[in-house]
Each structure stands twice: as C-alpha cells, then as structure tokens.
T-cell receptor, first 111, second 115 residues
Framework: SQQGEEDPQALSIQEGENATMNCSYK?????LQWYRQNSGRGLVHLIL?????REKHSGRLRVTLDTSKKSSSLLITASRAADTASYFC???????????FGEGTQLTVNP | DTGVSQNPRHKITKRGQNVTFRCDPI?????LYWYRQTLGQGPEFLTY????????KSRLLSDRFSAERPKGSFSTLEIQRTEQGDSAMYLC?????????????FGPGTRLLVL
C-alpha cells in the first residue's frame, strides 16, 4: 500500500503561474524526495530533503517539510508548458532503503 | 549515455508465457532496485540488491517473480506464467551508497502487456 498521498490529484494552471503540490505520509522518514514523470516515461529526480531540514530550493523548485504534520509541499514557480507531468513524493526510512511513493499529482500547464 | 538503461522498452506476451527484463544500472552504482507501476498509480517496490546480494523482497514479489544480479552489475527480472494482472510498467533504479543523501536514479521502464 502507498504511504504517501498527494494533494491535489490533478492541477491545471496557466503558464507563468505557480503550482503547489502537497504530500502527506504516515510513518517516520529519513528522506523525502520528489520525482517527475512524463507520460509513459521513467521518473526524473527533482529534489531530496532530509528529515532534519525544513526547506530546500533548486532553481524554480521549493520544497518544504513539516515532520510534525508528516507533510511536504513542492512549489514550482513561473511554470512552463514543459512542466506538464505527474509529480510524486517518495519517502525512505533509512538511506538507500526502499522508496514508498504517493499516488502523484498530475500537473497540466496550459500555454 | 551513462544513465540507467532497461530492455526491452515494451513487451507484449500471451498469458502463461515467461518474460525476462534486463536492467543496466549506472556503472559505479552498487544498489539496484525494481519497482512496478500500474496506470494512474505511484511505483511500488518489488526488490533491491546491494552488489549481488538481494537484500529485501516485497510481498508483491510472488513465487512467479525472480530477480537476479549475478555479478553485481546488470540485473534481470523474470516473470513466469504471466497473468493479465502482471501488465504494468516495470521500473529499475540504481544508487550509490554515499551516506544520508542517497538518491535513486530511474531508468525509462519496460512496459509489459499480458494478453
């Protein structure tokens, strides 16, 4: 069964707007990672945040982690049509162990 | 290209046949993972190796599934007596033990359709 749950399941925005996706999980974690998947393709790693970190940035991406609420958010600023994809959060309990994925958020950025 | 590669990319088979997939990890990576993803869902863990040792298997990995990594490099995943419920994308990932920020890098996947 999936530990993570992403919210919303689907998000449609206009190019240039910001997109925020949320992820909740149930048990304690070591790392939380976000991946992107274009339709029918493999997963691309976006960003990793450790359980003792609260916020990380990478380019147009900003990730926050609240371990007290067991939740994370991914913010994509100034979205582009090329950002259209499914976004998944994934957690591990120890470094290098299995990843447990959520069900993903389907993001559509309209040009 | 030094990323994770998987072959074949697509496989169509009839129910009851055996299929085998191959994964070539990033060359210096010592951990290799298999996941399965069905339409509209996130990937689900199947098994993983550290070098040639299989360290963990999911309960999803029934006795019809077997995975090997004989020399600690490439890995194969075999499904015997395929069933329609085996239709899915099979994803391979690899990582290098480097401490607390270990990242898994995924291949393009093998899409299996069982008729």
């Amino acid at each position: 069964s999936q530990q993570g749950e992403e919210d919303p399941q689907a998000l449609s925005i206009q190019e240039g707007e910001n997109a925020t996706m949320n992820c909740s999980y149930k048990t304690s974690i070591n790392n939380l990672q976000w991946y992107r998947q274009n339709s029918g393709r493999g997963l691309v790693h976006l960003i990793l945040i450790r359980s003792n970190e609260r916020e990380k940035h990478s380019g147009r991406l900003r990730v926050t982690l609240d371990t007290s609420k067991k939740s994370s958010s991914l913010l994509i600023t100034a979205s582009r049509a090329a950002d259209t994809a499914s976004y998944f959060c994934a957690t591990d309990k120890t470094s290098g162990s299995r990843l447990t994925f959520g069900e993903g958020t389907q993001l559509t950025v309209n040009p | 290209d030094t990323g994770v590669s998987q072959n074949p990319r697509h496989k169509i088979t009839k129910r009851g046949q055996n299929v085998t997939f191959r994964c070539d990890p990033i060359s210096e990576h010592n951990r290799l993972y298999w996941y399965r993803q069905t339409l509209g869902q996130g990937p689900e863990f199947l098994t993983y190796f550290q070098n040639e040792a299989q360290l963990e298997k999911s309960r999803l990995l029934s006795d019809r599934f077997s995975a090997e990594r004989p020399k600690g490099s490439f890995s194969t995943l075999e499904i015997q007596r395929t069933e329609q419920g085996d239709s899915a994308m099979y994803l391979c990932a690899s990582s290098l033990i480097r401490g607390p920020r270990e990242t898994q890098y995924f291949g393009p996947g093998t899409r299996l359709l069982v008729l």
